[in-house]
């Protein structure tokens, strides 16, 4: 998809499709209004003839008019203008380009939707629910004839924004790519092939690259990731990815839970829970995004990307509830439940991640549903000890229209995570799971790290119905949101 600025002058201009904004109470933005003018106030009647709603995402289309050299004319609703936020300039974008693909006119030209209110930036956030709307994973699909495609946008905009333009697109194509990959299938995407992907992105964007296989993590006693594979076919790796430009402000760690497919290994899942499992590396691909995106904008800060992956199944050499798995860092773990494995895999990568010693730890997984009881499908569950960055990634979200809400590591809760013959055990009570997991992970992080952050996105890194400009399936979450975030860190 291609973005193209024609310039904000509607009178020297022709196509297909013209979209334009209008707010609660009909009332248009400034160059609606002008298009409404050059139509002797056709548009603003049709709008109240229909009783048209501007709610964020409604849309509706009229015929061009003669004074107006475009053939369709689309509406978009903005909700209401006090109220207009970044995202629902993506979300209006995306309908747009909906409606325009529904009434088959692919020549789409689109104005700043709310520039009135947010300035130049809307350009950005035009762009991003264009290519995230856009988004279907069909590739294995056939074809259909009948369907539109859309090659470029024409923004009504002068040259100023460019690089706003590219910002919004390197983001969400972003987001899109990692998209793609967790959208692949268990039969396609396994530990090693995430690997290849890893060395893939490598070798295009100039980053070091290093894979463990079985017989390295023997060596360095990653047990955790070890155990979760066995039972496959398939052989457990570990990825360390690292962008290192110089000179560099602070040093970050990521880490993705990387499950190419959760069964549940033998505590197997029943067949409810277990569709949709090819999600359960959404935080190892989401990882590969951020490493993308941080050498295609060059940003000044070291940053590794650790992925744990293995694909947890039953088997005759799958590890067994009841196991007792030796890290590293001298803690034994005893398994209540072979489907509590994410933590177990990274566990591993946590205490690898600690001694690289680094300002911030982030971890992304797709870790428990208890997350997805306490805050709903579409909220990432925020646990840290630092309420202040949690408010930082809180707010950054609400930009970028990711939805993120703290949780309390609350350590009274450690005592139901204690084992009978390990340490702890990778299960705690019905009650507060995705805080128990979270403090389980909070075991396998060094002294040293102050700023660790462990996101649990079982929720929003995968629907099962369609939401905003989302598709069903991968969103990316929550990629857009952290490199936001890095690109703040000074
Ligand atoms: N991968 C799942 C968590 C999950 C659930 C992700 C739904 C996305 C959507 C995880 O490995 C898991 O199975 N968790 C169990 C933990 C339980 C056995 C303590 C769960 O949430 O039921
Ligand atoms: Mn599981
Ligand atoms: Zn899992």
Redesign the pocket.
Known sequence: MQFKLVGKNISGLTGGCLAVGVYEGQVLTPLGKEVDQAMTGLLSDFLKDIGFEAKCGNSVFMPGHKDIKFKNIVVVGLGKKEELRPDVVRQASAAALKKAKEIKNADLFLEMLGKEVLGDKVAKYLVEGILLGNYHFDKYKRKKETEIEVSEIKILEDDSVQDTVLEGQLLAEGANFVRDLVNEPGNVIRPEDLAQRARDLAREYGLECTVFNEEELKKRGMNGILAVGQGSAHPPRFIHLVYRPQPALKKIVFVGKG?TF?S??L?I?PEQFMKT?KC?KAGACAVLGLMKLVAQLKLPLEVHGLIPTAE?MPGGNAFHPDDIIVYNNGKSVEID??????RLILADALIYGSNLKPDYMIDMATLTGACMVALGRLTTGVFTENQALATEIKETGEETGEKFWPLPLDEDLKEDIKGKFGDIKNVGSRYGGAITAGLFLKEFVGDKVKNWVHLDIAGPAFLEKPWKYYAEGATGVPVRTLLEWLKGIK
């Open positions: 499950i959760d549940g290994g505590d899942k499992m359960d947890n439940n072979t489907d509590a494995e994410g």
